[in-house]
């Protein structure tokens, strides 16, 4: 009966387990279909092979392998959130909700392995553990998450010089172009510091991007063609904590939750590689 009476959006305070049984069940059947959709719509494409390594830790200004550490880390968040709202115990919650992006990205990369356009690569798999234990580290410590992983994006004229490897539609871009993407940590300063008058949504964040990728590439949209500058950057900016933000509304308080992967747009200090510095009165 308690059970029942606990609002859809509320968490539950004992174990739920008809929450509990969704849960592990809409996990494991969305990881399915989307491994199967990807080994068709992406792996079809090119020959199978047997299984094979590639070391691609030099490529791309490591943007990738942060790719991966973000995409373990909130993977698990939403699988670790899951299990909390079904009221499973912490352990629980660690065991089979925190490690869900490491195991579903390792079955991504077993794929990769597979394929003769790809391998299996030892670096992602170190950064989905790292992504992993950002997560699951935290909650050991401090029970709750003081620096979190996020993600900006904003569409760059690269994609247009090179569709075929950074996208020919925003969404493909959001995905592949790897020169509007930035991944950021982004520190809750109340967590640090409990007695202080910070306002607890307020955060402190450090961000890494990349700029001219793929290295070595030229714009071809001049004659001849120009080689196109590329660099490393690096980001300090501000943030919000939607989870901070006081509601009363369990619905509220979900949709917060789920987005607050969203580095918000603000004042942005840059510094790149070749020594040059840029503000940004807003940064997406």
Do not use: C
Not at 1 to 14: G, H, L, V
Not at 71 to 82: F, L
Not at 111 to 120: A, N, T, Y
Request: net charge negative; aromatic share 16%; hydrophobic share 40%.
């Amino acid at each position: 009966m308690a059970q029942q009476k606990t609002p859809f959006f509320q968490r539950s305070d004992t174990l739920n387990k008809k929450r509990r049984n969704a849960v592990y069940i809409t996990e494991a059947s969305l990881a399915t279909v989307t491994l199967l959709a990807l080994n068709q719509a992406w792996y079809a494409d090119y020959e199978k092979s047997g299984f094979h390594s590639f070391n691609d830790n030099s490529e791309w200004m490591q943007m990738d392998k942060f790719g991966h550490v973000f995409s373990s880390y909130y993977i698990g968040k939403m699988g670790m959130d899951a299990l909390a709202w079904a009221g499973e115990s912490k352990k629980n919650q660690l065991l089979y909700g925190a490690t869900l992006g490491f195991v579903f990205l390792t079955a991504v990369e077993v794929l990769d392995g597979f394929s003769e356009e790809w391998g299996f690569s030892t670096g992602d798999i170190a950064a989905n553990a790292l992504g992993t234990g950002l997560l699951i580290g935290q909650e050991l410590l401090w029970e709750e998450q003081r620096i979190q992983m996020k993600f900006s994006f904003h569409t760059t004229h690269y994609a247009l010089n090179d569709p075929d490897q950074l996208g020919s539609t925003t969404l493909e871009q959001l995905l592949k172009d790897y020169n509007g993407q930035t991944y950021w940590l982004s520190f809750n300063l109340r967590s640090f510091f409990k007695e202080s008058k910070i306002p607890p949504w307020l955060n402190f964040s450090l961000g890494y991007g990349a700029n001219g990728l793929p290295e070595g590439s030229f714009d071809n949209s001049v004659e001849p063609p120009a080689p196109i500058e590329s660099y490393r950057q690096f980001f300090t900016s501000i943030d919000v904590d939607l989870t901070k933000i006081k509601t009363n509304s369990d619905f509220l308080k979900t949709v917060f939750n789920v987005f607050n992967f969203v580095k918000i747009p603000a004042p942005t200090v840059e510094y790149r590689s070749n020594g040059d510095f840029k503000f940004h009165f807003l940064y997406f």
